[in-house]
């Protein structure tokens, strides 16, 4: 299922906007000036798949809506009295309307609220049911705050009524803001009794974590090749006994069997070299003269064995090439290699071991970027992309659309991307929408 169109009326009390969303070069951009509500509209389309609501009571806006091309619309409506706290949630499923009203209460938390800002670092108690969130300065009341952090806090949440489950599984969002290097914060709890809290925390740059977490991939489809070849191997024997001078249909040709074991080979090699096999195996060396036909029914076993094997690292494959070769066209005087331990390994030109910290603030939102959106996307996901030239050389923001073409053709993904940048939109202004105001005197 994917998103067709989103518009939104009296936005800000000022602003009316419909962005129709290119299906086929599965990339649309916006642009427009400060304050039209790019930043916005990309948070209200990730909130309503995640059946979050708070900013929908926060924002002045009459209607907003999402169309899906299977004939489904989700409408998002103030209500008619103003009371601010509610909204008129409208699920349209081909002509088959269900309509619910979001209060915004909840249940009463069953653990003290004076935990919150130990559980949320970034948020800091004003009130006596307020706080302020560290990095935007938005004060959220209680509501707002168990809303925004139900995935994080301790608490029963009230019900969920059913429509609001099934919007959440009508579209996959990523959203990807302009905090994207932003120290996360990893609590590791020890112990959570209601009544007392003890959090062990640490922060770990974003590039930082990207790479831990690539490596950990690494390891865990390296695990999964082990488990493959071991079975394989076991039954090895056993399988190549039954089918000596018996099947000939499976029996490869000498001359295709060759092809096979030197495309094989190339495979290998592109494997270590993306840091996905670490180990030289024998190369299997075919006479010059021919080949038996009992040797080739016991190396056509072992052709089909080998492709089965190196199959596991696929999609890891494809993902890890395109990244390389996008960054090392990028970065002109590093060279990145991937290694199951190390994640992310820069050296430079004259082959000098780099930290990641050491990287430019560009670098690493070039990094983060590109980690993004080949590893931690869904199929059929719709990306959305705040200000992707941020700290960008001019050079790199007019590639950048090229990258995310080469991307989406390997992932499946849409991107909804908000920019202020023409470098950004380079000479693809048939992908854009302009967020217009109302003409003032």
């Given at each position: 299922?994917?998103?067709?169109?989103?518009?939104?009326?009296?936005?800000?009390?000022?602003?009316?906007?419909?962005?129709?969303?290119?299906?086929?070069?599965?990339?649309?951009?916006?642009?427009?000036?400060?304050?039209?509500?790019?930043?916005?509209?990309?948070?209200?389309?990730?909130?309503?798949?995640?059946?979050?609501?708070?900013?929908?009571?926060?924002?002045?806006?009459?209607?907003?809506?999402?169309?899906?091309?299977?004939?489904?619309?989700?409408t998002i409506q103030k209500d008619e009295t103003g009371d601010t706290n509610k909204l008129d949630l409208t699920l349209d499923e081909k002509g088959k309307e269900q309509i619910i009203s979001l209060l915004g209460k909840r249940k009463r938390p069953d653990f003290p609220i004076s935990v919150i800002e130990e559980i949320v670092p970034e948020l800091s108690r004003v009130g006596s049911r307020e706080w302020r969130n560290i990095s935007t300065g938005q004060v959220l009341s209680l509501d707002d705050v168990m809303?925004?952090?139900?995935?994080?806090?301790?608490?029963?949440?009230?019900?969920?009524?059913?429509?609001?489950?099934?919007?959440?599984?009508?579209?996959?969002?990523?959203?990807?803001?302009?905090?994207?290097?932003?120290?996360?914060?990893?609590?590791?709890?020890?112990?959570?009794?209601?009544?007392?809290?003890?959090?062990?925390?640490?922060?770990?740059?974003?590039?930082?974590?990207?790479?831990?977490?690539?490596?950990?991939?690494?390891?865990?489809?390296?695990?999964?090749?082990?488990?493959?070849?071991?079975?394989?191997?076991?039954?090895?024997?056993?399988?190549?006994?039954?089918?000596?001078?018996?099947?000939?249909?499976?029996?490869?040709?000498?001359?295709?069997?060759?092809?096979?074991?030197?495309?094989?080979?190339?495979?290998?090699?592109?494997?270590?070299?993306?840091?996905?096999?670490?180990?030289?195996?024998?190369?299997?060396?075919?006479?010059?003269?021919?080949?038996?036909?009992?040797?080739?029914?016991?190396?056509?076993?072992?052709?089909?064995?080998?492709?089965?094997?190196?199959?596991?690292?696929?999609?890891?494959?494809?993902?890890?090439?395109?990244?390389?070769?996008?960054?090392?066209?990028?970065?002109?005087?590093k060279k990145l290699t991937i290694s199951k331990k190390n994640g992310f390994a820069f050296t430079a030109f004259n082959g000098t071991d780099l930290e990641l910290s050491s990287l430019s603030s560009g670098e690493q939102h070039e990094i983060v970027l590109l980690y993004e959106l080949l590893f931690r996307v869904k199929e059929d996901s719709l990306i959305l992309l705040d200000e992707p030239e941020l700290s960008l050389h001019i050079g790199w923001q007019q590639e950048f659309l090229e990258d995310i073409q080469s991307i989406t053709k390997l992932t499946g993904f849409d991107v909804l991307i908000a920019t202020h940048s023409p470098d950004i939109i380079h000479d693809r202004w048939d992908l854009t929408v302009e967020l217009k105001g109302p003409d003032i005197q």
């Open positions: 299922m994917r998103i067709k169109q989103v518009s939104v009326t009296s936005l800000f009390g000022v602003f009316h906007h419909e962005i129709s969303l290119n299906s086929d070069d599965k990339i649309t951009i916006i642009h427009g000036p400060n304050g039209a509500g790019k930043t916005v509209l990309l948070s209200m389309i990730n909130d309503l798949f995640l059946g979050k609501f708070s900013l929908f009571r926060r924002i002045p806006f009459n209607k907003f809506r999402v169309d899906l091309d299977n004939q489904i619309s989700i809303e925004t952090y139900e995935g994080i806090l301790p608490f029963e949440s009230s019900h969920e009524q059913s429509v609001v489950k099934k919007i959440k599984l009508l579209a996959t969002t990523l959203f990807i803001k302009t905090n994207r290097l932003q120290t996360e914060h990893h609590r590791l709890e020890e112990e959570f009794r209601y009544r007392t809290s003890r959090r062990k925390e640490f922060s770990v740059p974003a590039v930082q974590k990207h790479s831990q977490e690539l490596s950990t991939k690494i390891q865990q489809t390296l695990t999964k090749s082990a488990e493959l070849s071991s079975s394989l191997d076991r039954t090895f024997p056993n399988r190549v006994v039954k089918i000596i001078g018996k099947n000939t249909d499976n029996r490869l040709s000498e001359s295709r069997l060759r092809e096979e074991l030197a495309s094989l080979e190339e495979k290998r090699t592109r494997l270590k070299t993306a840091g996905l096999l670490d180990k030289d195996e024998e190369r299997v060396q075919l006479p010059d003269e021919a080949v038996a036909d009992s040797t080739r029914d016991v190396l056509s076993v072992y052709v089909q064995d080998v492709k089965d094997k190196l199959e596991v690292f696929d999609d890891d494959l494809e993902k890890i090439e395109l990244f390389m070769a996008i960054l090392n066209k990028r970065f002109k005087y």
